[in-house]
């Protein structure tokens, strides 16, 4: 349903409160310095396809940038735990916190943070349903995130939403079916060239949606008439239970847009993304039409709630992804080699984004829930006084 102008302007001013309270809590955590490294990342950092240039290798980071990627990398890994275990707890009634699907990000942090620092706030992202991560770096607070998959009045959605269907500023989803974000995505460019702007389109989707024949559609399209969309496969390995080895008879994700050019990056090194997501929008914004990006990830948790994520894949596969492509532990090690932060610092950070999430989740569990007559507001823009049949003949109510 479409969002009246009340609830545009209480979602607008919850994302002004989120955007001051992130900047006073940024100021405190750390004093800003000029200081900073270069590294040179692996020759294989980049795969590309029709393209005859790559990203550099040569990548700066700054002081600021380590402090503030690793402390919203760590919330965003923090906040996915919290609501972890909101799932499997009951409120004094005995009702499930959070209730439907969770699909959670953990693992995959590098991926947003590192789009989110190449990109600017006025261009779009569209993505599937595991999208708290990206909710949250493009501007909600972890209280309005928490809060909604609670079904409190104060989420990012207001409450109706739920885990899937999260918007911020320029952010258009969570969105619940697979693959339909896709040709959605292709459209926003489409209204970003035709308005005459240079605004670019991030459209995110996993490897469980590359077969999906919209997404050739949408490809199709965006080629055609040179939209300014980056469509992203965040390969993650497995799409729900199955591996991509068994559901994809090419796995090269950053090759299936054909006459598209593409390139494939390693999701798990947040360098590495920003540096590769910057080329590829300076390449939109010049006009050249779409390009194909696969971000190879790895998700830490099952597909879902629902999925344990162990009949499919070893524990010894898992326990190792942990150890060797953590991308808070990969950053961290830029950091220490760089003399950017000492590990006291980094564990400081862990620990400040640790209690942030925990006072946000403490405020959002205080909020209070949506009343049923809610149930027939937002269906349709300035739809203005009228009656609304419930799911039944005997029950209506009206929208105002």
Not at 133 to 151: C, D, F, K, P
Not at 334 to 361: M, P, R
């Amino acid at each position: 349903c479409c969002l009246n102008n009340t609830m545009l302007a209480a979602g607008k001013k919850l994302l002004r409160s989120a955007l001051l309270l992130r900047a006073a809590a940024a100021n405190c955590r750390w004093q800003s310095t000029n200081s900073s490294s270069t590294f040179t990342l692996p020759d294989d950092a980049y795969k590309l396809h029709r393209l005859t240039s790559s990203p550099s290798h040569k990548v700066t980071l700054t002081r600021d940038d380590v402090l503030s990627y690793y402390y919203d990398m760590n919330v965003i890994r923090e906040m996915e735990e919290t609501a972890k275990d909101l799932y499997q707890q009951t409120d004094p009634n005995k009702k499930k916190y959070i209730r439907g699907f969770l699909h959670l990000y953990a693992g995959q942090e590098a991926c947003a943070v590192g789009m989110e620092r190449a990109i600017t706030k006025e261009d779009a992202v569209i993505t599937a349903y595991r999208c708290h991560g990206w909710t949250y770096v493009r501007g909600a607070s972890v209280r309005s995130i928490l809060a909604e998959l609670m079904g409190r009045n104060t989420g990012c959605s207001q409450g109706k939403g739920g885990s899937m269907h999260m918007y911020a500023k320029n952010f258009y989803g969570g969105n619940g079916i697979v693959g339909a974000q896709v040709p959605l995505g292709a459209g926003i460019a489409f209204a970003l060239k035709y308005n005459g702007t240079d605004r670019v389109c991030l459209s995110l989707y996993g490897d469980g949606a590359a077969n999906q024949g919209q997404v050739f559609e949408a490809y199709n399209m965006a080629a055609l008439w040179k939209l300014p969309c980056l469509f992203i496969c965040e390969n993650n390995v497995y799409g729900m239970g199955t591996s991509i080895s068994r559901a994809s008879a090419s796995t090269d994700f950053y090759t299936r847009g054909d006459y598209i050019p593409g390139i494939k990056v390693n999701g798990q090194d947040v360098l590495a993304v920003r540096e590769a997501t910057k080329w590829c929008t300076d390449y939109l914004r010049a006009g050249k039409g779409p390009l194909v990006m696969e971000l190879f990830t790895y998700r830490f948790h099952g597909h879902s709630m629902s999925d344990p994520g162990k009949g499919y894949r070893t524990a010894e596969e898992v326990k190792d992804a942990k150890e060797t492509k953590d991308p808070i532990t990969i950053l961290g090690k830029y950091a220490l080699k760089g003399n950017l932060a000492t590990q006291e610092e980094l564990n400081d950070l862990s620990k400040k984004a640790q209690q942030h999430v925990k006072a946000e989740k403490e405020l959002a569990m205080k909020d209070g829930v949506l009343p049923p007559s809610d149930l027939y507001t937002h269906i349709y823009t300035n739809q203005g006084d009228m009656v609304v049949r419930g799911s039944d003949l005997y029950t209506s109510n009206k929208t105002v």
